[in-house]
T-cell receptor, first 117, second 113 residues
Framework: EAGVAQSPRYKIIEKRQSVAFWCNPI?????LYWYQQILGQGPKLLIQ????????DSQLPKDRFSAERLKGVDSTLKIQPAKLEDSAVYLC???????????????FGPGTRLTVT | GDSVTQMEGPVTLSEEAFLTINCTYT??????LFWYVQYPGEGLQLLLK?????DKGSNKGFEATYRKETTSFHLEKGSVQVSDSAVYFC????????????FGKGTMLLVSP
């Protein structure tokens, strides 16, 4: 089966510009996650969706970050305006619904490397 | 809150050497524990997991045992290969919340021929 797809793979922008990332989860996966991975650190959860709804966005900087998951499938993460400290790899992950033998296991995409100059 | 502490890297080994990467955690209750691996330019892949005390997760020659008494989940492999060079992340999933993973900072492993 196809894995989690993300685009673009790399993005370089100047501070105060805006940027958007796209994620297509594994087919049938109800839960979708966005993580921020700063160089030298482990991934940090930004937002978690269950189908269309947000279940956890407590660590999302809502003054500049936004995310949506239309129709419970694809998702976009936006940063506006970007700051230097937003330079990181943005990882998308998905997991299957528990009712269908799911086990909370998260499957990760390759990530988008963002550089803010 | 929940936290995971891993040994700092890089860990540099020769091929066929024994590997240990230490991981300890702080969490309420009995979390599930995971090791993820990240190869250069790729996303994280689940390497192994353990869901209760004394469980041993294993995969591709790697093993880790869930030790509740020491709150540890150390990763081991008896004989590493050059292809094992990657960054290894220890993570936990607390029983509270919505299956959120808490990751350690990662440990880079470099294996030379």
């Amino acid at each position: 089966e196809a894995g989690v797809a993300q685009s673009p793979r790399y993005k370089i922008i100047e501070k105060r510009q805006s940027v958007a990332f796209w994620c297509n989860p594994i087919s049938g996966h109800a839960t979708l996650y966005w993580y921020q991975q700063i160089l030298g650190q482990g991934p940090k959860l930004l937002i978690q969706f269950q189908n269309n709804g947000v279940v956890d966005d407590s660590q999302l900087p809502k003054d500049r970050f936004s995310a949506e998951r239309l129709k419970g499938v694809d998702s976009t993460l936006k940063i506006q305006p970007a700051k230097l400290e937003d330079s990181a790899v943005y990882l998308c992950a998905s997991s299957p619904p528990l009712g269908r033998g799911g086990s909370y296991e998260q499957y990760f995409g390759p990530g988008t490397r963002l550089t803010v100059t | 809150g929940d936290s995971v502490t891993q040994m700092e890297g890089p860990v540099t080994l020769s091929e066929e050497a024994f590997l240990t990467i230490n991981c300890t955690y702080t969490a309420t209750g009995y979390p599930s524990l995971f090791w993820y691996v990240q190869y250069p330019g790729e996303g994280l892949q689940l390497l192994l997991k353990a869901t209760k005390a004394d469980d041993k997760g294993s995969n591709k020659g790697f093993e880790a045992t869930y030790r509740k008494e020491t709150t540890s989940f150390h990763l081991e492999k008896g004989s590493v290969q050059v292809s094992d060079s990657a960054v290894y992340f220890c993570a936990l999933r607390s029983l509270s919340g919505y299956s959120t993973l808490t990751f350690g900072k990662g440990t880079m492993l470099l294996v030379s021929p």
